[in-house]
């Protein structure tokens, strides 16, 4: 692991986004909540929160952290019958949570295609990365 001693303890967030792709049927079980799993988007959302602080056990190397802060958010695109997951990942420390909000990410939308596989195996996810992150010694990045 990266020696993150001498580095100062700031406030830093990450924000991190990616969507899945589906048939419009797919789409509908999930908006009407008829999927026969359940509410697919609740056990998303606290999938991914679950993710977020299980990261370290993940990625080798990866710091473990505490997390001041995750939030997900899921928006119904139903134009191009996909849904959008972006979550924010808060921390107060020496390294970056860039990691965990892309694994947060990820699981939400690993967790939508479970739920919803047998009405679509079809499913893609598509466009997982970092959009923005804030703090430490690198400052501020914003996804161009």
């Not at 958010?73 to 965990?100: K, Q």
Request: aromatic content about 2%.
């Amino acid at each position: 692991m990266v020696d993150v001693g001498e580095k100062a303890e700031t406030r830093r967030v990450a924000r991190a986004a990616g969507c899945i792709v589906m048939q419009p049927e797919t789409l509908a079980l999930i908006r009407e909540g008829s999927a026969k799993k359940g509410d697919v988007l609740g056990v998303a959302r606290i999938a991914a929160i679950q993710a977020s602080k299980r990261t370290a056990d993940l990625i080798p190397l990866c710091h473990p952290l505490s997390l001041t802060r995750v939030a997900v958010e899921f928006l119904v695109d139903a134009e191009r019958s996909r849904v959008v997951c972006e979550v924010t990942a808060e921390t107060l420390g020496r390294t970056g949570v860039e990691m965990e909000a892309l694994v947060a990410t990820n699981i939400g939308l690993l967790t939508i295609y479970d739920m919803c596989k047998a009405a679509d195996r079809g499913m893609r996810i598509e466009d997982v990365r970092l959009v923005e992150k804030s703090g430490g010694k690198s400052g501020h990045w914003l996804a161009a």
